[in-house]
Nanobody
Framework: QVQLQESGPDLVKPSQRLSLTCTVS??????????WNWIRQPPGKGLEWMGA???????YYGPFFKSHTSISRDTSKNQFSLQLSSVTPEDTAVYYC??????????????????WGQGTQVTVSS
């Protein structure tokens, strides 16, 4: 069974960098034909697609996140990571990693993904 698990800080100060990691088990991020995504849900809002990484290492970013988001991977650990620079309180959200068969739209639905991490609440506050 495929499992994804997010890890990272739950509190970040404004202007700092947020780093999250997703550990995948039950599938390989380097051989699977799926995309490995980062998504977030701010309080009271819908899902926002931040970006994804494919098995060949190609990276795709959502249109709202191209300027201050970085996605990378550690193939030896079967992990992929998200870095968000210069965070503001508007970056407060539940952050998820998830697997999808296709690249998704900027506002995806839950059905666009077949496996999800449990999500991690990140609060940006001084």
């Amino acid at each position: 069974q495929v499992q994804l698990q997010e890890s990272g800080p739950d509190l970040v100060k404004p202007s700092q960098r947020l780093s999250l990691t997703c550990t995948v088990s039950g599938d390989s991020i380097t051989t699977s034909y799926y995309y490995w995504n980062w998504i977030r849900q701010p309080p009271g809002k819908g899902l926002e697609w931040m970006g994804a990484i494919a098995r060949d290492g190609s990276i795709y970013y959502g249109p709202f996140f191209k300027s201050h988001t970085s996605i990378s991977r550690d193939t030896s650990k079967n992990q992929f990571s998200l870095q968000l620079s210069s965070v503001t309180p508007e970056d407060t959200a539940v952050y998820y990693c998830a697997r999808s068969r296709d690249l998704v739209s900027r506002f995806p639905t839950w059905d666009d993904f077949d496996y999800w991490g449990q999500g991690t609440q990140v609060t940006v506050s001084s």
